[in-house]
C-alpha cells in the first residue's frame, strides 16, 4: 500500500492554525480524502494528560523536564497513531510537531536546535512531515489575538513576548534551512488568502487526486 502523506501546522501562538485546520478539514471532506487529524502535545490519553500537565501555568517545570515531557507525548503519538495511519496510506494533518519543540524548547528556552532536535528524533524515530505549514506571525500580534479569544494564558503564553519572538526567528531559520519541507506564510494575510495558497501547494504537491 501506498504510505500517506503527513502535513504539519507550525506558528507562534495565535498565528490562526486552527483556523487553516478547519479549513483543510472541510475541503479534505469535499475532495473525500482519507485524513487523519492529531494535535500535539496530546491525541492518545497518555499524551493528553501530559498536555494537561505542561499547560498548566500552576506547574513549576524545568526546562530539560518540558523538553522531555514533549517529546514523551510525541513518541506516544508518533508510535500509536501517526506512524499507524501514514502505513496504512492516510493522510496525517497534525497541530504541530518536531518544529514546535525545536523552536519552543531549542530557540525559546535556549537549550538548543541541535539538543531539542536530537532528543525528539529518539521520540519520532527520525519521522518528519512532508509538508510543514508556518502561520508567520509577530509574537505580540499573536499573543493579543489569543488573550482576545481565550482570555487565559498558558505556561508558554505567560512568558510573553520575547518568547514568542524568539521562536518565530527559530521557525524563520528552520524553514530557510528547509525550503523543500516548508510552506511559509505571511499569517496578517486574509483567512481566505492564507487558505488559498495551502490549497495550491496541497494540490501541486499532489496530495490527493485533484
Ligand atoms: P496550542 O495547542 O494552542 O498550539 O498550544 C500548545 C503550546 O505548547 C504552545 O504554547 C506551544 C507549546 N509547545 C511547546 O512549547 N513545545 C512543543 O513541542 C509543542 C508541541 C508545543
Request: with cysteine; charged share 30%; proline share 2%.
Amino acid at each position: 500500500m501506498k504510505r500517506g502523506y503527513f502535513i504539519s501546522f507550525e506558528g507562534v501562538d495565535g498565528c490562526g492554525k486552527g483556523t487553516q485546520i478547519e479549513k483543510l478539514k472541510a475541503y479534505f471532506e469535499e475532495k473525500k480524502a482519507d485524513v487523519l487529524y492529531t494535535r500535539e502535545p496530546g491525541g492518545n490519553v497518555v499524551a493528553e494528560k501530559i498536555r494537561t500537565i505542561l499547560h498548566d501555568p500552576e506547574n513549576e517545570i524545568n526546562d530539560t523536564a518540558e523538553m522531555l515531557l514533549y517529546a514523551a507525548a510525541r513518541a506516544l503519538v508518533t508510535e500509536t497513531i501517526i506512524e499507524p495511519a501514514l502505513e496504512s496510506g492516510k493522510i496525517v494533518v497534525c497541530d504541530r510537531f518536531i518544529d514546535s519543540s525545536v523552536t519552543f524548547q531549542g530557540y525559546g528556552r535556549g537549550l538548543g536546535a541541535d539538543l531539542v532536535l536530537s532528543v525528539n528524533k529518539i521520540a519520532t524515530r527520525g519521522l518528519m512531515p512532508d509538508l510543514t505549514i508556518l502561520l508567520d506571525l509577530d509574537g505580540a500580534a499573536g499573543l493579543a489575538r489569543n488573550q482576545g479569544i481565550e482570555g487565559k494564558l498558558d505556561r508558554m503564553e505567560m512568558e510573553g513576548e520575547w518568547l514568542q519572538n524568539k521562536v518565530r526567528a527559530g521557525y524563520l531559520e528552520l524553514a530557510e534551512n528547509d525550503p523543500e519541507r516548508f510552506l511559509v506564510i505571511d499569517a496578517t494575510k486574509t483567512r481566505e488568502e492564507i487558505f488559498e495558497i495551502i490549497k495550491a501547494e496541497i494540490e501541486k504537491r499532489g496530495v490527493i487526486e485533484c
